[in-house]
């Protein structure tokens, strides 16, 4: 995948979440969105740089960047859980 084409996919991403804060009616969906991205990738960086004291460690690859970007906190929470049960 050329670099166009990821950024245009994390642009069109983007704009999404922008409209689904529009839809729940936020009073800052912009904010909302971009501090929820923000919020979701700290998590998985924080996940990682504990891993030598937690033992959980989460690949970071562009499914799991996307889907902490995309779900926050939460997603980084269901990454963990099923790398738990399934490895």
Excluded at 42 to 66: D, E, K, Q
Aim: net charge positive; proline share 3%.
């Amino acid at each position: 995948m050329s670099n166009s084409m990821a950024c245009l996919m994390a642009f069109i991403v983007f704009v999404l979440l922008v409209f689904l804060q529009m839809a729940i009616k936020s009073k800052n969906p912009i904010k909302k969105a971009i501090t929820g991205s923000f919020w979701g990738i700290a998590a998985l960086s924080l996940v990682n740089m504990t891993s030598s004291i937690t033992n959980a460690v989460l690949p970071v690859s562009l499914l799991s960047i996307g889907v902490s970007a995309v779900m926050g906190v939460p997603g980084v929470t269901m990454l963990l859980i099923l790398n738990m049960v399934l490895i």
